[in-house]
């Protein structure tokens, strides 16, 4: 029968005596930033270091790792995720341990992820014996560009064994280091990246009748589509249509034959995102035939919207508060219209997504996330690692416990 873990420290006090390892890693990281699909360097140093704690590695989705950490008793498989990918930004910070790769930096906190999250498996490791079923460590490329997640989850990260659960988190600097948040329901955004290609005709200013003026048609076009917002969405939902470029013309005495406009979709629910999409398509092909052009519009899916569970979410506010305690664990008020791959996770598996405090309390200032400035202040990363450590025991310990319970039933 299992009886549980009997620690003769918390997750905390195993977190503070790996804190300087965990920090050194962030730091190597740091100073050799790598691009998605290019973590050639953060790969090898992840699965090193996984192997040096006998938890079996495989590698995916080119340079994502899988670690395995098999427990002593029979169980349920939980997951935690750390994206690996920089920037193409070039840092313009003064630490001894900035980015050494021109052009290149983990403006976004990545290389905090992955050491919290190596400092973590080196916690669970030294409990192999006391824990019931699998903790599986996902180590993700190219979150920054066009989402890893998913390349990951098609190379079947979640099956063998299977996934039960899933969590994962972000550095927030508008969190102070010390804090965490977290979020129940819609939590970030889904994307649908678009572009409208206008055809008309062109002719000579002075003769606009002889023309179809593809400028015009595309200045209605971005007018009417801020209107989706206003007029088709639920006021207490949120959306955003945002067109970020606009293109047309070569003189300024021709009429336009060929406009062209892109932009992005940003909606909280998959109901919400479908009604938006097919908006923007109709208002774009409307407008353009009834002023005689013809409309091209092209709208990908990109992230979905994130989405947490309200039993995951709970028991990670649960453990999260068993170690800061309660006052130190925030309730996000309000989702945001950024977007984070981590969804084509919770799309699979039922889990949650948490905010890390990262931010200074006093003396140094916080900038925001993919600044050139950006930075961490990097008490937080042990306790991202017992976060996780804790979280994973408190999920295999409950499921084992039902089991249990089911059983004796």
């Known amino acids: 029968m299992y009886e549980g873990i009997n620690l003769s420290m918390n997750f905390l006090d195993k977190a503070m005596e790996i804190q300087n390892e965990i920090i050194q890693l962030r730091r190597s990281i740091h100073q050799h930033p790598e691009l998605g699909k290019q973590?050639?360097?953060?790969?090898?140093?992840?699965?090193g270091y996984l192997q040096?704690?006998?938890?079996?590695?495989?590698?995916?989705?080119?340079?994502?790792?899988?670690?395995?950490?098999?427990?002593?008793?029979?169980?349920r498989t939980v997951a935690f995720r750390a994206d690996m990918d920089a920037l193409p930004i070039q840092?313009?910070?003064?630490?001894?341990?900035?980015?050494?790769?021109?052009?290149?930096m983990h403006?976004?906190?990545?290389?905090?992820h992955t050491a919290a999250l190596l400092g973590a498996a080196k916690i669970l490791a030294s409990c192999k014996k006391e824990l019931a079923g699998n903790v599986?460590?996902?180590?993700?490329?190219n979150e920054e560009q066009e989402g890893g997640a998913a390349d990951m989850i098609q190379s079947g990260c979640l099956d063998h064994p299977k996934v039960d659960a899933v969590f994962g988190c972000h550095v927030n600097p508008e969190i102070p280091a010390g804090k965490i948040g977290v979020s129940y329901g819609k939590s970030y955004a889904a994307s649908n990246p678009f572009s409208i290609l206008i055809h008309g005709k062109g002719s000579h200013g002075a003769e606009p009748h002889k023309g179809v003026d593809t400028i015009a048609i595309g200045a209605q076009i971005v007018n009417t589509l801020q209107t989706i917002v206003s007029r088709s969405v639920d006021p207490v939902d949120s959306a955003v249509v945002t067109v970020g470029t606009f293109h047309g013309g070569s003189q300024g005495n021709i009429l336009a034959e060929d406009t062209?406009?892109?932009?992005?979709?940003?909606?909280?629910?998959p109901a919400s995102r479908k009604k938006v999409v097919e908006k923007v398509r109709l208002i774009a092909q409307g407008i353009g035939e009834s002023m005689g052009a013809s409309v091209q519009v092209n709208i990908e899916n990109s992230y979905p919207a994130l989405i947490t569970n309200t039993e995951m979410t709970d028991l990670l506010k649960a453990s999260a508060s068993s170690l800061l305690g309660e006052d130190r664990v925030l309730v996000m008020a309000s989702p945001t219209l950024g977007t984070e791959d981590f969804a084509f996770f919770l799309e699979k598996v039922p889990g949650t997504f948490f905010q890390l405090g990262s931010g200074f309390s006093e003396g140094t200032k916080n900038y925001p996330l993919h600044s050139a400035h950006f930075g961490i202040d990097e008490s937080c990363l042990p306790i991202a690692a017992a976060i996780h450590a804790q979280a994973a025991y408190d999920f295999l310990s409950l499921s084992a416990y039902r089991k249990e319970v089911a059983h004796d039933g």
């Open 52 to 75: 040096g704690l006998d938890i079996a590695t495989q590698r995916i989705a080119g340079t994502g790792i899988v670690g395995l950490l098999e427990g002593s008793y029979p169980g």
């Open 260 to 269: 062209q406009l892109t932009g992005i979709i940003r909606t909280l629910d």
């Open 107 to 112: 403006a976004c906190g990545h290389d905090a």
């Open 39 to 47: 973590e050639f360097r953060t790969s090898s140093i992840v699965e």
């Open 91 to 104: 840092e313009l910070n003064q630490f001894v341990y900035a980015s050494r790769n021109p052009g290149k």
């Open 136 to 141: 599986k460590f996902f180590f993700q490329p």
